[in-house]
């Protein structure tokens, strides 16, 4: 039987890249989704894709960074399904900035609502539903939230905050029945690299990075959805991001030397 046949799934971010990838992956296995996003008419194409697909889905308009939508979004879900069964935190937004360029600091207040406070107002609403089911919680973090990247400071932070608030929320749960998992991918092909703000916080700041190069929306999913069904600890999906967590450790000079080179040749 699939995992997650006939379980009350809700994802956020869920209109484009790795949101809209994972509800797509998931519903194969017929689970009820209810799929939040601030584009209403980006999400009803995502909703229809599902349900052709085998799935139920429900269609949820939410701002992550505003606490009443996140618990309008609960509100909803279990108003149509009654229950829920996991948790996906994966909306979030970029930024791509030299510190010393930005010109717009509020654009950093901004990073931090949408991408560490967008997965804790969820998480909060949805928790005592999760307690009920023994669910899942898990958080599309970034190997930004397990090291430092020039030109990227607002998100880093971001992650970083994420991934602190998911490792404490991990332990506190550990009798409960919910599991915790936080995702860390690398450089992924999505709308929040090609859509990230530069330092004035308006302009879309040209990526250096390759698309041809990195993983596609899909395979990410693909090993989501697995480490999901495993309730995996946390998935750090490279090679090279796995062997940065430990060099860095050892010789962090040499990471962030690194870090700097990876991104000035756009890998």
């Known amino acids: 039987m699939a995992a997650y046949a006939g379980k009350v799934v809700v994802v956020t971010g869920a209109s484009q890249g790795i949101g809209k990838a994972l509800a797509l992956e998931l519903a194969p296995q017929r689970p009820r989704l209810v799929l939040a996003a601030r584009d209403a008419e980006a999400l009803a194409a995502v ?68 991408n560490y406070l967008g997965s804790v107002y969820p998480t909060f609403h949805a928790l005592p539903h999760l307690k009920r089911s023994r669910g899942q919680i898990v958080a599309v973090s970034s190997l930004a939230g397990l090291t430092g990247v020039p030109y990227r400071s607002a998100y880093c932070a971001t992650k970083h905050a994420q991934m602190g608030f998911f490792d404490s929320l991990r332990i506190e749960l550990a009798e409960s029945g919910v599991s915790v998992t936080v995702i860390a991918p690398y450089f992924v092909q999505s709308e929040i690299r090609r859509r990230s703000p530069g330092p004035d916080g308006r302009t879309v700041a040209a990526s250096p990075i390759r698309e041809a190069e990195i993983m596609s929306a899909e395979e990410c999913a693909r090993r989501i959805v697995r480490a999901m069904e495993k309730r995996q600890r946390i998935l750090v999906m490279t090679l090279k991001g796995k062997l940065g967590r430990w060099v860095g450790l050892a010789l962090p000079g040499l990471v962030d030397r690194m870090a700097l080179a990876a991104v000035r040749k756009g890998r």
């Open 47 to 114: 909703v229809r894709d599902c349900e052709a697909r085998g799935a139920e889905a429900l269609a949820v308009r939410c701002d992550v960074g505003e606490e009443a939508s996140c618990r309008a979004l609960v509100l909803a879900a279990i108003q149509r399904f009654q229950a829920i069964d996991v948790l996906v935190n994966n909306a979030g937004i970029g930024m791509l900035a030299r510190f010393e360029d930005v010109t717009d600091l509020s654009q950093y207040e901004r990073l931090m609502r949408v």
